[in-house]
């Protein structure tokens, strides 16, 4: 089992920047890749980024490229998104995913959530 917990939305401004964190307990050597995903109200879940445990290899979205940076610290079991430049419609509740066995985009292949951190831009 795995545990997430994720923490450091707010309110900020159009343009202004926000860093989300994820601390993970329990089995997290076993993690392969952690990710980051969001959901707005009456949207779908939507992939943001991605990063692989070992290696530290990334995947963004496309919407997200330039502007936010997935980083991980695996002494400290911790995943951070850093975001810059937000915008009104990245309003939403994000999510940190832990998958076993899978470096991938789509939720279904994450084993472990946390319970979501809310994020708003204003305009």
């Known amino acids: 089992q795995v545990q997430l917990e994720d923490s450091g939305g707010g309110v900020v401004q159009a343009g202004g920047s926000l860093r989300l964190s994820c601390a993970a307990s329990g089995r997290t050597l076993s993690i392969y890749a952690m990710g980051w995903f969001r959901q707005a109200p009456g949207q779908e879940r939507e992939f943001v980024a991605t990063?692989?445990?070992?290696?530290?290899?990334?995947i963004y979205a496309d919407s997200v490229k330039g502007r936010f940076t997935i980083s991980r610290d695996n002494a400290k079991n911790m995943v951070y998104l850093q975001m810059n430049s937000l915008k009104p419609e990245e309003t939403a509740v994000y999510y940190c995913a832990a998958s076993m066995s899978a470096w991938s985009m789509t939720s279904w292949q994450y084993d472990y959530w946390g319970q979501g951190t809310q994020v708003t831009v204003s305009s």
């Open positions: 990063i692989k445990r070992s290696a530290g290899t990334t």
